[in-house]
């Protein structure tokens, strides 16, 4: 249960429990109509147009099959990509996810010295960097001896 499925929201890996793939059939969010005024809603359209426009997916990409009839719906290319569960929690709510490349956390393409990690490598390379601080609470803790103080840590 390694981490090995890519979330194409927040360009993470998850496990296969802890993601899943967008269906154009099923996803209330997703569902098209247009005779009848149902459009998907417009973080997903925002989130289509995004993963087009920096080349995650591209229009030629044989994700869509001519009879699953998703020639005309606009987000047509997120059918079969896969995302975290955070990540698909915040876009139901209609929230960009913090997390999330359209939020600015965009790196660009992945050096070719990172695509031939495996999994387990994978999660040793961080795209974060964690700050902790240290700090001694209040006053109250003063009248206590040295040695029974306690320290906080905040971050």
């Known amino acids: 249960n390694l981490p090995s499925v890519r979330c194409y929201c927040c360009d993470m ?3 296969a ?6 269906d154009l059939n099923t996803a209330k969010k997703l569902m098209y109509d247009p005779e009848n005024d149902i459009h998907p809603h417009p973080i997903f359209e925002s989130f289509h147009n995004f993963l087009l426009e920096i080349g995650i997916i591209a229009e ?21 990509l896969t995302i975290c569960n955070s990540c698909r929690n915040c876009l139901n709510k209609g929230e960009v996810p913090a997390h ?21 490598e994978r999660m040793f390379v961080s795209k974060v960097k964690c ?19 306690l320290s906080a840590i905040r971050g």
């Open 131 to 149: 700050f902790q601080t240290i700090i001694k609470p209040g006053p109250i803790s003063s009248k206590l001896p040295q040695s029974e103080r």
């Open 13 to 15: 890996l998850a496990t």
């Open 17 to 22: 429990k802890q993601s899943s793939t967008l």
């Open 100 to 120: 999330s490349m359209m939020n600015g956390m965009f790196t660009g393409e992945t050096p070719e010295v990172l695509k031939v990690l495996n999994p387990i």
């Open 60 to 80: 030629n990409q044989d994700t869509v099959n001519e009879e699953d009839g998703f020639q005309d719906h606009p987000t047509r290319m997120l059918h079969g």
